[in-house]
């Protein structure tokens, strides 16, 4: 009797591993490709007016939200 009780305690963890090992669905942790380009660098500028300060200033918004929609939605493609 207590024989059979250690051999039961003892197989009892292993047959739940098996269980739960079946039911764990595939992921597939490659992004899509246009979702992993680099955010480009940023230049170092000196601007002689405040136009040109105003048009760089443009410029580098217009790359951050680019970039940001681009990572956003990788982070949204890896959370699925």
């Given at each position: 009797?207590?024989?059979?009780?250690?051999?039961?305690?003892?197989?009892?963890?292993?047959?739940?591993?098996?269980?739960?090992?079946?039911?764990?669905?595939?992921?597939?942790?490659?992004?899509?490709a246009n979702?992993?380009?680099?955010?480009?660098?940023?230049?170092?500028?000196?601007?002689?007016?405040?136009?040109?300060?105003l048009q760089?200033?443009?410029?580098?918004?217009?790359?951050?939200?680019?970039?940001q929609t681009?990572?956003?939605?990788?982070?949204?493609?890896?959370?699925?």
């Open positions: 009797m207590r024989r059979a009780l250690i051999l039961t305690a003892a197989l009892f963890p292993l047959a739940g591993c098996d269980f739960l090992n079946k039911h764990v669905p595939a992921w597939n942790p490659i992004p899509p979702l992993t380009a680099r955010c480009p660098d940023l230049e170092a500028v000196t601007p002689a007016d405040m136009g040109e300060l760089v200033a443009v410029e580098t918004t217009v790359m951050y939200r680019e970039c681009r990572h956003n939605a990788l982070v949204e493609t890896l959370k699925q």
